[in-house]
């Protein structure tokens, strides 16, 4: 089964730095498979972990009545969500210069939409 809604990697045959994010946020969310979520598009898990801290820290700063100081938005979490997007994508289509679909090989088809 064949599903591929991205343009880039129709015109190109290539991956975007945007292929397998909604299969990593499926096997995140729906399946509870963080391992192939980071394995499928790693910069999903990394934002929902990033998330997860700001949120927790808000919580705490609020709860504790703003005794404890809050997470500031750090530019340098951007980078790295950036960082983590580019070297994605170089590595998924080195696999897919050299003929291996790395994408097809770790994603269950359940996983695909």
């Excluded at 946020?25 to 391992?35: E, M, S, T």
Aim: with cysteine; aromatic share 16%.
């Amino acid at each position: 089964m064949e599903y591929s809604g991205c343009l880039f990697r129709k015109l190109t045959g290539l991956y975007c730095p945007g292929c397998g994010g909604q299969r990593a946020f499926r096997a995140l969310f729906v399946f509870g498979d963080p391992i192939r979520s980071f394995l499928i598009h790693p910069v999903v898990l990394y934002s929902v972990v990033v998330f997860a801290i700001y949120f927790i820290s808000v919580s705490v700063h609020f709860i504790s009545r703003r005794r404890i100081a809050i997470l500031r938005f750090e530019p340098a979490l951007v980078w790295i969500a950036l960082a983590i997007v580019l070297i994605n994508w170089v590595v998924k289509n080195i696999f897919i210069l050299n003929g291996i679909d790395i994408l097809r090989i770790i994603t269950p088809v359940r996983y695909i939409v």
